[in-house]
């Protein structure tokens, strides 16, 4: 039983590309967090999803930044034109129900140049 | 969210008890109280949770005060492999969905010496 995928485990991006997160969540849940935390900092949220529908986006800044979870496929999250301060270690983390504990994956660490 | 507060950091020595505390004063009836850990370079392990009575799993004990406003974590027997930032988190059911947001705060380093 694989548990929450993220790929790539580390990526490095110029200052204006797009940086492209995946998260294959553990087989069976349906609910899915992202988080980032900042080089010496605490997790932050950043947004909650269910199949297609996000749910809670309150800590996604409002720009460059999106989030998706096809019926199909891992969920995505999208920076577009990354800045140095987008660079963090991106946790991407699973539930079966709203109110179960979480299973997070082991992250992605973005470095952008 | 209620707040909680826990230390900074804190020493244990090898195959000793660790008691990890944490202040939740704030509590609400709803909230849970989750505890999480993160090893260096790694994302967060769920630990334990529970509401009033206290718990126990293959990992750890949760004691949780008569009043609901401390709790305490603990490791029966500390290993090395056990060195990481502790996170005590209230986290409201709201079975609608809305706030199932783990609020995290900066948790306690714990040391494990050999």
């Known amino acids: 039983n694989a548990g929450v995928m993220q790929n790539p485990r580390h990526l490095v991006r110029r200052r204006g590309q797009e940086a492209r997160l995946r998260c294959s969540p553990m087989?069976?849940?349906?609910?899915v967090y992202w988080y980032r935390q900042l080089p010496e900092e605490g997790l932050k949220f950043m947004v909650y999803?269910?199949?297609?529908?996000?749910?809670?986006e309150s800590g996604m800044p409002k720009e460059r930044f999106s989030a998706e979870f096809p019926k199909e496929g891992p969920s995505i999250l999208r920076i577009q034109q990354v800045v140095r301060g987008d660079s963090a270690a991106y946790f991407c983390?699973?539930?079966?129900?709203?109110?179960?504990?979480?299973?997070f994956g082991s992250g992605t660490r973005l470095t952008v140049v | 969210d209620a707040k909680t507060t826990q230390p900074n950091s804190m020493e244990s020595n090898e195959e000793e008890p660790v008691h990890l505390p944490c202040n939740h004063s704030?509590?609400?009836?709803?909230?849970?109280i989750h505890w999480y850990r993160q090893l260096p370079s790694q994302g967060p392990e769920y630990v334990i949770h529970?509401?009033?009575s206290n718990v126990n799993n293959r990992m750890a004990s949760l004691a949780i005060a008569e009043d609901r406003k401390s709790s305490t974590l603990i490791l029966h027997r500390a290993t090395l492999r056990d060195a990481a930032v502790y996170y005590c988190?209230?986290?409201?059911?709201?079975?609608?969905?809305?706030?199932?947001?783990?609020?995290f705060g900066t948790g306690t380093l714990l040391a494990v010496q050999p």
């Open positions: 087989k069976g849940h349906s609910h």
């Open positions: 983390a699973s539930s079966p129900t709203g109110t179960a504990g979480y299973t």
């Open positions: 529970g509401l009033t």
């Open positions: 988190i209230l986290r409201d059911v709201d079975y609608g969905g809305a706030t199932n947001k783990l609020i």
């Open positions: 999803l269910q199949k297609e529908n996000i749910i809670d």
């Open positions: 704030t509590i609400s009836g709803t909230d849970y």
